[in-house]
Every structure is written in C-alpha cells, then in structure tokens.
C-alpha cells in the first residue's frame, strides 16, 4: 500500500490559502509568482517570520521553484527569516529622519529595551528591525513603524509612551 506524498502547500492555513487565492485572483494564470509578496506577507503575519517550511509550501501552492522564493524573502527587508519579538519596530535612518534626530531615536530604543538592531528583547516581546533606509514619511521624520503603524515627529518621551502601551 503507497502513501501519497503531502502536499507541501497543506502547511498552508486555510486563512492563508484565502490570502494568496486573493492575490492570484490579480494575475493572468501564467503569471502567478506575482503573488509571492502577499503570500508571504500573509505566512509572516499568521507566523511572525518566515520559516522554510512555510516558504517551501508558498512555493508549491503558486507553482514555482522554491528558490524563487527564498530569492524573494531575503532580498526584502520587510521579511523576517529568523523567529523575532511579537511586536516589531522599524526606525527610519534616511536623511531626512537623521537630520531630525533619528539617531537619537534609535539610541534611547536601544539603551531602553537593552538590545541593539536586529535583536529581540528576552522575553520575545520586542524586535528592533535593522536600520531602515526609508519608510516614506519623510515631512513626519523622525519616524518609526510599530507592527505596520507609523509614528511620526518622534520625540524620546513619543517614544516611551508608544513602548509603555505595547502588551
């Protein structure tokens, strides 16, 4: 008696299915690795990063080579390939965040969470994201991102009042 072998796309939750079938929706059939950034947007969210695992079953549910896709997972920043804190802050260092004091910014995050960027604090709460080039709010610099939030015209106490409401 043979076993069929799994699929890899059934790692994928029916929430993410929903997800890619969303973006795969937007694309002509013979275009369907169009719709690897959201489906990886939707594994990261679900999983809080992106696993190999979970980027081999994106891979075998769009229909494309695996290595395509971790191509595509390590060229963007906004992708996390490692386990990180449940809350993720990104500090914008562009020119016009550091004119306006970015630096400063990220000094007190660090010196006020006891990590550097890209570290999670012990307890897996909080994960600095490495330096930022650009989160395009430039007129609200300096600026963070806070789980996809934006925080504008940062100030230190801004910043201490953002971490103390975070769970």
């Known amino acids: 008696m043979s076993m069929t ?3 890899k796309a059934e790692r994928l939750s029916a929430h993410i ?18 719709a690897v950034l ?5 594994v990261q969210h679900e999983q809080g990063y992106l696993s190999t695992e ?4 994106v891979a075998d549910y769009i229909g494309m080579p695996e290595i395509a896709v971790y191509e595509v997972a390590s060229f963007y920043s906004m992708f996390n390939l490692q386990p990180v804190g ?10 016009s965040c550091m004119l306006r004091g970015a630096e400063d910014m ?4 660090e010196a006020r969470l006891g990590i550097k960027l890209g570290e999670s604090t012990p307890d897996g709460k909080i994960f600095l994201k490495k330096e930022e080039e650009c989160l395009a709010a430039c007129a609200g610099g300096p600026m963070m991102q806070v789980d996809h939030v934006y925080y504008e015209n940062l100030t230190i106490e801004k910043i201490d009042e953002i971490l103390d409401q975070l769970d």
Not at 38 to 42: E, N, P, T, V, Y
């Open 106 to 109: 990220i000094a007190h995050l």
């Open 38 to 42: 959201g489906a990886l947007r939707a």
């Open 17 to 34: 299915v929903e997800e890619i079938d969303h973006w795969l929706a937007r694309y002509p059939q013979d275009q369907r690795q169009s």
């Open 5 to 7: 072998p799994e699929r």
């Open 86 to 95: 449940r809350h993720e802050i990104s500090v914008c260092n562009n020119i």
């Open 54 to 57: 979970m980027m081999d079953a």
